[in-house]
């Protein structure tokens, strides 16, 4: 099969895909139905609508009334054509099934672990963690948690945490985001990456980014 890649820069050019957001690799959309059964309804029939279309998301159902799908392509370990086609057609049923679109709910997590010799500790992760090893980064086969990187620093840091949590949320999502966490009693640490990546920290140092696909 003929995989045409298609990236945030790209997706976020098309039109008909209001329901949709890129982040994090894949294309996210969020619907509330009214109540759980009819949410576990709605996910039962993007499952069959996925196996006609032979590409098949992640389809999480949640209390009261959620279902969150997120589709990528995973031979690319990315987003392509089938992605978009599959978007359409998933939008397509939510309309009929007179689902409410909560398209800035889309967010994607990501643990950043800083060290000087990922070699040497990446095996501990994985195997506490349960995860696979794909390019240097870990990875839960069961595609539920988060996944874990590891960022090479020159020398152990004492005097600040050794990771920190990205959390990957739609562009027109991140400033309120931000706003929420300084509100919060969070501490701009540098926006010297924005848009890609705010950088933010808790009052005891933790720190935790923001991050778009935008200016990669």
């Known amino acids: 099969m003929r995989y045409i890649e298609i990236g945030a820069e790209e997706f976020a050019t098309l039109e008909g895909l209001d329901d949709w957001r890129y982040a994090l690799g894949g294309l996210h ?3 509330r139905l009214g109540s759980f059964a009819a949410a576990a309804a709605f996910a039962a029939d993007v499952a069959l609508l996925a196996d006609a ?9 949640r ?8 589709s990528t392509t995973h031979v690319l370990n990315g ?28 967010q994607a997590v990501e643990i950043a672990i ?12 994985a195997a506490v963690l349960g ?28 005097e600040r945490g050794r990771f920190h949590i990205d959390i990957s949320v739609p562009h027109d999502e991140a400033p309120a985001r931000l706003e929420a966490a300084l509100a919060a009693g969070g ?7 924005a848009r890609s990546w705010w950088v933010l920290a808790d009052a005891d140092g933790n720190e935790a980014c923001i991050c778009t696909w935008q200016d990669r």
């Open 53 to 61: 279309a032979d590409h098949h998301p992640a389809i999480d159902l």
């Open 29 to 31: 959309a969020t619907f």
């Open 187 to 193: 501490v701009l640490v540098t926006d010297r990456f």
């Open 131 to 158: 995860y696979r090893e794909i390019g240097g980064a870990l990875f839960d086969p069961l595609r539920i948690g988060p996944p874990v990187w590891f960022q090479r620093t020159d020398s152990v840091r004492a």
């Open 63 to 70: 209390y009261p009334d959620v279902v969150h799908v997120v």
């Open 79 to 106: 987003t392509s054509h089938h992605d978009v086609d599959l978007a359409r057609l998933v939008s397509g049923l939510a309309q009929q099934a007179g689902a409410r679109s909560e398209p800035r709910a889309a």
């Open 114 to 125: 800083d060290t000087v010799d990922a070699d040497r500790i990446r095996p501990f992760w």
